[in-house]
């Protein structure tokens, strides 16, 4: 695997095969990682279970890249742009997203926070040059308007007893476009494996930190499934797909790489209906076919 920050983006970049491969696998893992997150905060809270696991998580990168010869020594130079990249990509969007969570429903929560297509691209203009072609525009409404269908049925209460939710999540989905943007911007230059263990380290460290000070986690409360949870977390969400986010960010335009996350709820609310039973009914399989044109005819264009 190439190192995930080496190429830099040009306003014309064009999508790639390989690129668009591991978006699929980005969308993928954190789609299912839904389903995973909502029956794991039934046994432990959420700053605690997403920290956590993204710790044991970037160990287990490190250990990967020792194995593979590659070095985990950042120069000293790039410490900054490495933790503003972490801060942003990681842990804006955990913590907030799992914050948002105590004021909101997790389908209002979702739709906030996959606004983030939005606003990668409406940064990747100034920010990349990457000027928003009309059949972008079109694919992200198509898949903006098939995600709200989705997710957003009933509507977004904006009360007062809400609006710290909505703060907050919309603070973690611009967090989140923004990493994107940025890490296209300014590379790390880094090997692919030690750029991401060291991002979700930097990442997931201030969020442990806040689950000790807040939380009160206590390990004898997982059972077995909650542990194989853990498991699937620690490997899949942290190792497997950030390494192919930051590959796929590597390859895409950052706005094509944005609008392909919506995958991520579509993919949650199906693995959702199948796993924990919830509803998929005509109007959610519409919305699906909604969403997926989007993302085709974005990479298209």
């Known amino acids: 695997m190439t190192a995930v920050n080496d190429v830099r983006a040009t ?19 954190w789609g299912l990682n839904w389903p995973v997150m909502k029956q794991l905060l039934s046994e432990w809270p959420p700053l605690s279970a ?16 020792v194995a593979r010869g590659q070095s985990l020594r950042v120069p000293r130079a790039l410490w900054g742009r490495l933790a503003l ?10 913590a907030l997203m799992g914050l948002a969570l105590l004021w909101l429903p997790a389908s209002e929560a979702a739709v906030i926070a996959y606004t983030m297509p939005i606003w990668a691209s409406l940064l990747a203009w100034p920010i990349l040059g990457e ?33 710290p939710g909505i703060v907050l999540a919309l603070l973690g989905a611009v967090g989140f476009a923004f990493g994107t943007v940025v890490t296209k ?12 263990a060291w991002q979700v380290m930097v990442g997931c460290a201030p969020i442990v930190v806040a689950a000790l000070l807040f939380e009160h986690a206590r390990v004898g409360a997982l059972t077995s499934t909650g542990w194989a949870l853990m498991a699937y977390a620690t490997v899949v969400q942290f190792c497997i797909c ?10 895409l335009p950052a706005s094509v790489a944005a609008i392909g996350t919506m995958l991520v709820p579509v993919i949650g609310v199906t693995a959702s209906a199948l796993l924990l039973r919830e509803p998929l009914g005509p109007g959610q399989i519409l919305a699906l076919a909604m969403t997926v044109g989007g993302v085709a005819l974005a990479t298209r264009g």
């Open 11 to 29: 306003p014309r970049m064009a999508p790639s095969g390989s690129g668009l491969v591991f978006l699929l696998i980005t969308s993928v893992g």
């Open 85 to 94: 990249s972490a801060a942003l990509n990681v842990t804006s969007w955990m």
């Open 131 to 163: 000027r928003p072609t009309p059949l972008r525009l079109v694919a992200l409404l198509l898949a903006f308007g098939g995600l709200l269908a989705l997710m957003g049925g009933n509507g977004i209460g904006a009360s007062l007893a809400k609006l």
């Open 242 to 251: 950030y390494v192919s986010w930051f590959a796929a960010l590597a390859r």
């Open 185 to 196: 911007r300014l590379p790390l230059r880094l090997p692919a494996l030690t750029s991401t």
């Open 50 to 65: 997403r920290g956590l696991a993204g710790l044991a998580g970037a160990l287990l990168l490190m250990a990967l890249a």
